[in-house]
């Protein structure tokens, strides 16, 4: 059971233009979620948090949008540069317990000069 | 150093013998995670520790792998009788509190043979 799902496996974008990744999720509980960015052969780096009060977060070049209607969020990425390249992870939690942060599949992100 | 740290970075084994991963988390954070990563899939949960006591296990995790955290602060990760089906990137993640977000460090990269 696929409780964080990222439909898509790869994303190309121009450098400079907005980057948009997707997420769905299932799980009416989860309450928290969170983007994390990660490269080859190096543990996931924590991007950017949205917890389910709010429908927007921003840090810098970096926006997580949240639905919870639609159990849908999205990361903008404006703009985008060469370095942004890398798989993209979101990932969500429920309030009470461990806490422990469920993964989606990931979406390969290439940004091209 | 302010991150999560990992050792061995990699390793190499045969099949039936026992391996140990140490976690070291940020000094402060009271909760730590242990999660294994395969090839083309998110992070999936393995155990949580806060402080010293290890509060919830997945089901993932079998009799054959034993996790600690004997005084609160590092963690180790033990695997007797390896399978190949234990070939995959074991992440350490650390947060502070309810509803922190994790910090995951660089990973252990395991391969049996």
């Known amino acids: 059971d696929q409780q964080v799902k990222q439909n898509s496996p790869s994303l190309s974008v121009q450098e400079g233009r907005i980057s948009i990744l997707n997420c769905d999720y299932t799980n009416s509980m989860f309450d928290y979620f969170l983007w994390y960015k990660k490269y080859p052969a190096e543990g996931p780096t924590f991007l950017i948090s949205i917890s389910s009060i709010k429908d927007k977060n921003e840090d810098g070049r970096f926006t997580v949008f949240l639905n919870k209607s639609a159990k849908h969020l999205s990361l903008h990425i404006v703009p985008s540069q060469p370095g942004d390249s890398a798989v993209y992870f979101c990932a969500a939690s429920e309030p009470q317990g461990a806490q422990k942060l469920v993964f989606g599949q990931g979406t390969r992100l290439t940004i091209n000069p | 150093d302010t991150g999560v740290s990992q050792d061995p970075r990699h390793k190499i084994t045969k099949r039936g013998q026992n391996v140990t991963f140490r976690c070291d988390p940020i000094s402060e954070h009271n909760r730590l995670y242990w999660y294994r990563q395969t090839l083309g899939q998110g992070p999936e949960f393995l155990t949580y520790f806060q402080n010293e006591a290890q509060l919830e296990k997945s089901r993932l995790l079998s009799d054959r792998f034993s996790a600690e955290r004997p005084k609160g602060s590092f963690s180790t990760l033990e695997i007797q009788r390896t399978e190949q089906g234990d070939s995959a990137m074991y992440l350490c993640?650390?947060?502070?509190?309810?509803?922190?977000?994790?910090?995951f460090g660089p990973g252990t990269r395991l391969l049996v043979l």
């Open positions: 993640a650390s947060s502070y509190g309810t509803g922190g977000s994790q910090y």
